[in-house]
C-alpha cells in the first residue's frame, strides 16, 4: 500500500493527502506513526484524532494514540484537549500527570447517544416558546453554542450534538410552512451565462522568443521604471516588471493589473498569443503610459494604464492560487498561509505603513538628539517578571529571551545621554487577546535628568511627531484603511483629523478605578465584581474604559504592588509609582513608561520586594553607584501603534495586531 493509499485508509480526504504528500518529513512522521500503532485502516474519526495527534510532543505521542485507538478518546474535542495539554506542559517545562492529563483530556468519558438526547431535550424546552415564536428563523448557531457549555455535554461529539438540535427542533416545528419558507429563504442571484473557454495555448518559459528573453534580460534597450513612477513618463516607451494582481480577458484583450511593491498600474495587452494565465504570474512589459480618462468618475479606477507592446513571462503561476485563500477564509487557513496573504492590497498597505512607521520614530529621535543603541536580546535577567519569559540554553547556562532592553538602555545614557533601541521583544504570555505576541517590535527610550513631567511631555511630543511624518509619508494608505477620523471632512488639512491634541487627558489609576465603578465596567462581568484600589485593570476592561473616554489618555500612578522592582516612587507617597501608560481609544495601552529609581539603597529594597537575586544585575546596580541622576523612559509596542492609527473601529478591519506582523508569533504559533 503506497504512502497516499495509506493515508486515505485512515479516512482523510483528498486534499489533506495531496497537502500531506507534498511534505515528505510530514508523510514519514505521519506513516511511522501509524506503524507503531499498527494502524492500517480505520473510522474517519480516528484518523483524523491520529492526525492531530502529530502535533503532541514526541515524547508523548505514542501514549496518545494508544489512547485513541484503544477508544479511550471518542472524539476530537477530546483528543485536541490532550494535545494542548501535553503542549503545554511541554512547553513550560512540566511534570506529566497521569490523572491530570485523563481529566484535562475527559479520557474513559463516552457521552452517549441517550445522555446528549435528553441534554438537548432539556434546552430545547427551556427555550420552547422563542422557537415556537420564531420558528425556523431561530438562531440554532447560537442556540447550539450556549448548549456546548452544558458540563453534561463538555465531552460529547459536537456534530452529534448538531444533528440532535436538529432532529428535536424540526420535530417541534414540523414541515416548513409557505410563511417559514419566505422568512429564512434568501433569494437566490440569477444564472450567469457560462463564458465560452479561452482556447488554451501551450506555454512554457524556455519557449519564449529570443526578443521575449532580452525583455527579460535587459529591457530590449529601454528604462525599467517602478509602477509608482509610471506617471512621470507618460508618451514614454518604458518597461515595467511585476506580478499579476488582477487579470480580465475579452478574447484578445487583456487587462492586466500589475504589482510591484510600489503601486499598481493596469496593462493593457492586445495579442491572441497570450497564453491562459493566472494570478500572480510575473511579466516584463514594455509599453506606453497613458492617461485613463475614466479615473475621474471612479475611485476604482487606476489613473494610468500601459499600453503593452512587447511582453514576457519570468514566472508562470499555477491555477491552485485561486484555493490558497479566499474572503471566507478562517484565520487559522489565513496564518498558515500568510506568504500568500501578504500579496493582498490591504496587507501590502500595512506593511509600507509599518515601514514608513519605523522611519519616523527614528527621524523623530534623531531630530531630538537621541541616539540609537542595540542592545542583547539574549540575557540574564528579567525586567517584566518571571511568568513571562522565554527560556534559552545559552551553552549550557541559562538564559532568556529578552522582555524588554530597557535595562542595558539605562546603562547607555551616561555615554551618549538620551538614547533608544527598536528591537524585538518576547512575552511568553498564555493569551490569545488581540492586543498580545509573543514577539512584538519594541521601541524604547531611555532620558537622563529629567522629571516625571518631563516624561509625560516628551510622549505627547512622540505620538504627534511620528503621526505628523507618518501622515505627510503614507497618509492615503493610512485613509484608505481607516477613513473614520476625517469622516465628512473634505478641507485640504484632513490629516490634522488623525492627530491628538496637547495636553493629553490624564487620569491617576485611583480614579480609573473610580471611572469603572461608576461606569459599571466590571473586573468580573459574571459577579459584577467591582475593581479595587490594588488592582490591575486588564486588556477587556481597559479597552472599555478608554472607548468611553474617546481620547488618549494617560493613566498615572499606579500601585507599588502591581509595577515592577526598578520604577520611582512618588515622592511622600511610597505605595505609589511615578509610571504611566497611554491608552487609546480602539486597542488600549501602547506605552508603558516610568520614572525608574536612581537611589541605591532604594533599588536594592526593590529586588528584596521582588524575591530578586541583585549578583545577576550588578551591571545595572552600578549606574546607581557611579554617577546616579534622575531619569525615566518608555516602551511602545509598534504593532499595537499601527493598530490604533490603522483599524477602521466600526469595521474592524485592521484589528488585531497579528495584522501589523509579516509573519506573526502568537501562542501555539511559530509558523510558517
Not at 479520557?107 to 441517550?114: C, E, K, L, M, R
Request: proline share 5%; with cysteine; hydrophobic share 35%.
Amino acid at each position: 500500500m503506497g504512502e497516499g493509499e495509506r493515508l486515505a485508509a485512515i479516512g482523510l480526504d483528498k486534499v489533506n493527502v495531496d497537502n500531506i504528500l507534498k511534505n515528505k518529513e510530514l508523510t514519514t512522521q505521519i506513516v511511522g506513526f501509524l506503524d507503531s500503532l499498527k494502524v492500517e485502516k480505520c473510522e474517519k474519526n480516528v484518523g483524523l484524532m491520529l492526525y492531530g495527534a502529530i502535533k503532541a510532543p514526541e515524547s508523548h505521542r505514542q501514549m496518545l494514540g494508544e489512547y485513541i485507538v484503544g477508544g479511550k478518546l471518542k472524539n476530537s474535542k477530546q483528543s485536541d484537549a490532550a494535545v494542548k495539554y501535553l503542549l503545554d506542559i511541554s512547553k513550560n517545562k512540566k511534570e506529566f500527570s497521569q490523572s491530570v492529563f485523563d481529566q484535562e483530556c475527559g479520557a474513559g468519558i463516552d457521552v452517549s447517544q441517550a445522555d446528549i438526547t435528553a441534554a438537548v431535550s432539556k434546552g430545547v424546552e427551556s427555550a420552547k416558546d422563542k422557537i415556537t415564536s420564531e420558528r425556523y428563523a431561530f438562531n440554532r448557531g447560537r442556540f447550539l453554542g450556549d448548549l456546548r457549555k452544558d458540563p453534561a455535554l463538555k465531552w460529547a461529539d459536537g456534530e452529534s450534538i448538531k444533528t440532535e438540535v436538529d432532529k428535536q427542533i424540526d420535530a417541534m416545528l414540523g414541515p416548513k410552512t409557505e410563511a417559514d419558507i419566505a422568512a429564512t429563504e434568501k433569494k437566490k442571484p440569477a444564472k450567469k451565462e457560462p463564458v465560452a473557454k479561452k482556447e488554451k495555448v501551450a506555454f512554457s518559459l524556455a519557449s519564449q522568443t529570443d526578443a521575449q528573453k532580452k525583455l527579460i534580460r535587459d529591457g530590449m534597450g529601454y528604462r525599467a521604471v517602478y509602477l509608482c513612477d509610471v506617471p512621470k513618463h507618460e508618451g514614454e516607451t518604458i518597461v515595467i516588471r511585476g506580478w499579476t494582481h488582477n487579470i480580465r480577458s475579452q478574447g484578445n484583450l487583456h487587462f492586466i493589473v500589475l504589482r510591484d511593491g510600489t503601486s499598481y498600474v493596469q496593462c493593457v495587452v492586445r495579442d491572441k498569443t497570450l497564453p491562459e494565465i493566472s494570478r500572480e504570474t510575473s511579466f516584463v512589459f514594455r509599453g506606453v503610459p497613458v492617461f485613463n480618462t475614466n479615473a475621474a468618475k471612479s475611485k476604482h479606477v487606476l489613473p494610468y494604464e500601459v499600453t503593452v507592446s512587447e511582453w514576457a513571462i519570468t514566472g508562470l503561476s499555477s491555477p491552485e492560487v485561486e484555493n490558497v485563500v479566499n474572503a471566507d477564509s478562517k484565520p487559522h487557513v489565513l496564518l498558515n498561509q500568510r506568504h500568500m496573504v501578504l500579496r493582498g492590497t490591504k496587507t501590502a498597505a500595512l506593511m509600507k505603513i509599518r515601514s514608513h512607521a519605523l522611519k519616523a520614530f527614528r527621524d523623530h529621535f534623531f531630530e531630538k538628539k537621541c541616539m540609537e543603541v542595540q542592545p542583547p536580546t539574549m540575557v540574564q535577567t528579567q525586567c517584566e517578571g518571571g511568568g513571562s519569559l522565554f527560556n534559552l540554553d545559552f551553552y549550557g547556562q541559562k538564559a532568556y529571551l529578552t522582555q524588554s532592553s530597557q535595562l542595558y538602555l539605562e546603562t547607555a545614557i551616561p555615554m551618549i545621554g538620551d538614547c533608544y533601541c527598536i528591537l524585538p521583544s518576547y512575552r511568553a504570555e498564555q493569551t490569545h487577546t488581540k492586543r498580545h505576541l509573543s514577539e512584538f517590535t519594541h521601541i524604547e527610550a531611555e532620558y537622563p535628568f529629567i522629571t516625571f513631567e518631563d516624561l509625560l511631555d516628551r510622549l505627547e511630543d512622540l505620538v504627534i511627531g511620528v503621526l505628523t511624518r507618518l501622515l505627510d509619508s503614507c497618509g492615503d494608505e493610512i485613509r484608505r484603511l481607516n477613513p473614520k477620523p476625517c469622516d465628512g471632512y473634505t478641507g485640504e488639512h484632513w490629516k490634522k483629523c488623525y492627530i491628538p491634541k496637547k495636553p493629553f487627558n490624564r487620569l491617576t489609576h485611583a480614579d480609573a478605578v473610580k471611572f469603572c465603578r461608576k461606569h459599571n465596567i466590571y473586573k468580573n462581568e459574571e459577579t459584577k465584581e467591582h475593581f479595587g484600589p490594588e488592582d490591575d485593570i486588564p486588556d477587556a476592561p481597559e479597552r472599555k474604559m478608554i472607548a468611553k473616554i474617546g481620547e488618549p489618555t494617560f493613566m498615572i500612578n499606579f500601585p507599588t504592588s502591581m509595577k515592577s522592582f526598578y520604577m520611582k516612587r512618588v515622592e511622600g507617597n511610597p505605595d505609589l509609582t511615578e509610571s504611566v501608560d497611554l491608552l487609546m481609544p480602539g486597542i488600549g495601552e501602547i506605552i508603558g513608561g516610568s520614572m525608574r529609581m536612581d537611589d541605591l539603597e532604594e533599588l536594592m529594597s526593590g529586588y528584596e520586594r521582588e524575591g530578586l537575586n541583585p549578583d545577576p544585575y550588578y551591571w545595572f546596580t552600578d549606574q546607581r553607584k557611579y554617577g546616579s541622576t534622575p531619569h525615566g523612559g518608555f516602551g511602545l509596542g509598534l504593532e499595537r501603534f499601527l493598530v490604533w492609527l490603522c483599524n477602521d473601529t466600526d469595521e474592524d478591519n485592521c484589528d488585531h495586531v497579528r495584522d501589523m506582523c509579516l509573519f506573526p508569533r502568537v501562542q501555539d504559533r511559530c509558523t510558517p
